[in-house]
């Protein structure tokens, strides 16, 4: 939408063509004849919006069951904020829009006012240039607003398995241990059992969440608690919440949830 806002700045007229409904597609259209780059993105577009004509026309029957193996079938679904800036939203996912924001620029006279935004000698350029960055990513998943805590990474997932492994449900005795894990040999008293729900209870609290944003993490950093012991290997987590950051240290046999006969 930004971009689009800048694409739209005292646009000219003329620029706009006979789809003065859509002035980006027009923008692009009057591009895409002497940019071959912006004229790829513009045949994309179109294929596009024909299969969502085509998705909508199609009626809710057994002809979607049959053209189930077919390369149309295959259509990916655009959301209306999608189709509502298709034309930026392909370029952007193609990696092209930063080249033809910068064709743009280089040809603005042809498009645009002078006191127009692109016009500039100095924000046109800028503006290409800021849009390298994220034609550079892959857009294969679009994150929500609340993936800090919804899509942990790899690491984070393995643990959380190793931690739910351990004490898992008793009830369930042909579950598979979690890999990695060695079994307590302790009797497995009540106040045992309790110790054991509240380190993982603390362990999970490490992880990200709707509180916290987990910024750094570090595991085998080693921490002597006594000048007379030896260094302890854990697992170091800078946290940020809404007004402080906090730094936690957690032992190893804690994040493992085998504490075997250490204190």
């Known amino acids: 939408g930004v971009v689009e806002a800048c694409l739209l700045h005292m646009l000219k007229r003329r620029a706009a063509g006979f789809l003065r409904t859509d002035k980006v597609a027009a923008l692009f259209t009057k591009v895409g004849k002497t940019y071959a780059v912006a004229g790829d993105i513009c045949k994309k577009v179109q294929e596009l919006q024909q299969q969502v004509e085509s998705r909508k026309n199609q009626p809710n029957g057994q002809e979607p ?46 498009y645009y006012e002078k006191e127009a935004l692109l016009a500039d000698p100095v924000c046109g350029p800028i503006l290409a240039s800021l849009l390298v960055g994220p034609c550079a990513l892959e857009y294969t998943k679009l994150k929500t607003a609340d993936h800090y805590w919804t899509d942990p990474s790899a690491d984070e997932l393995v643990q959380r398995h190793r931690i739910h492994g351990v004490h898992g449900r008793q009830d369930s005795p042909s579950k598979r241990p979690a890999l990695g894990i060695r079994k307590r040999h302790s009797s497995g008293s009540m106040s045992e059992d309790r110790f054991a729900a509240s380190a993982r ?14 910024l750094y993490g570090k595991n085998n950093v080693l921490v002597q608690p006594k000048d007379d012991l030896e260094a302890i290997p854990g697992y170091l987590s800078l946290h940020q919440s809404a007004d402080s950051l906090t730094l936690k240290w957690t032992p190893n046999q804690l994040m493992n949830g085998t504490l075997g006969d250490s204190e």
């Not at 209870?201 to 987990?214: F, G």
């Open 201 to 214: 209870e603390y362990v999970e609290s490490l992880h990200q969440n709707s509180r916290t944003h987990l």
């Open 65 to 110: 069951l049959k053209r189930q193996g077919s390369t149309t079938s295959k259509a990916p679904v655009l959301t209306p904020q999608a189709i509502k800036h298709i034309w930026v939203r392909t370029a952007l996912i193609e990696k092209v829009l930063d080249k033809i924001v910068q064709y743009i620029v280089d040809n603005c006279s042809k």
